[in-house]
């Protein structure tokens, strides 16, 4: 399935073909080639951001796992449904609408998934 590698950070050099052929070998031993698998890299300060609003812990970590199809999904259909989130308005109705979901899910599953679209204006 897919691997998805974003750099976002500017600290540490990412080398991305030999990381991602890395992280296929770590997929095919694990095996869990057949999920989807995003990697984002980011800076101190982005990764105590996150951890901060999901974990509640303002300190910045090694490594954040999520399971982000369910952000995605939602986010997505909230887009079939006609929400954008191209002026502040819009991503406004777009964001109460995700949180609204995501809070009602997040019941359901013990999770603290925030709405994609969270501090985009």
């Excluded at 997929?27 to 980011?42: A, E, P, Y």
């Excluded at 991503?91 to 359901?108: A, G, I, P, R, S």
Aim: charged share 25%; hydrophobic share 40%; with cysteine.
């Amino acid at each position: 399935m897919s691997l998805v590698l974003r750099n976002l950070q500017r600290v540490v050099p990412i080398r991305r073909v030999p990381l991602r052929k890395k992280i296929d070998i770590l997929r095919s031993v694990l095996g869990v080639q057949k999920f989807d698998l995003g990697v984002v890299c980011v800076d101190n300060k982005n990764i105590q951001h996150i951890n901060r609003i999901y974990r509640g812990k303002n300190v910045p970590t090694d490594v954040l796992s999520f399971p982000f199809h369910e952000v995605t999904i939602t986010h997505g259909l909230c887009h079939l449904l006609g929400f954008t989130h191209d002026t502040e308005a819009e991503w406004q109705k777009m964001f109460q609408k995700e949180k609204q979901v995501l809070e009602e899910l997040n019941q359901h599953m013990g999770t603290r998934l925030q709405p994609l679209s969270r501090d985009l204006f």
